[in-house]
């Protein structure tokens, strides 16, 4: 299986700045799409930012231009950067990887366990 473990979350201001990483590890063949999901209280799970295998990223439109998806495929590693910060993005923040493993060849979606990021007004 795959196991994927988030960092860099926290409390920052409105305006500030956080980095999220997300780290696999595991039996893997190949990772193909990783991404950011965020889910605040009350609300769906809603798509952050993804970025496919040959680094094609998608945003949502209510972070474009302050955040920025990348990856480190030689360390089976995401990352989001997240600025100018608004108080609506907080949520926990969950990273996903489509990826293949010795045990489960076929492709599925892998999850993280979440972050908290929490921006004051």
């Known amino acids: 299986q795959m196991q994927l473990v988030e960092s860099g979350g926290g409390l920052v201001q409105a305006g500030g700045s956080l980095r999220l990483s997300c780290a696999a590890s595991?039996?893997?063949?190949?990772?193909?799409?990783m991404g950011w999901y965020r889910q605040a209280p009350g609300k769906q799970r809603e798509l952050v930012a993804t970025i496919t295998s040959g680094g094609t990223t998608n945003y949502a439109d209510s972070v474009k231009g302050r955040f920025t998806i990348s990856r480190d495929n030689a360390k089976n590693t995401v990352y989001l950067q997240m600025n100018s910060l608004k108080p609506e993005d907080t949520a926990v923040y969950y990273c996903?990887?489509?990826?293949?493993?010795?045990?489960?060849?076929?492709?599925?979606?892998?999850w993280g366990q979440g972050t908290q990021v929490t921006v004051s007004s």
């Open positions: 996903m990887m489509n990826g293949r493993t010795v045990l489960r060849p076929s492709a599925n979606d892998y």
């Open positions: 595991g039996r893997i063949f190949s990772i193909n799409a």
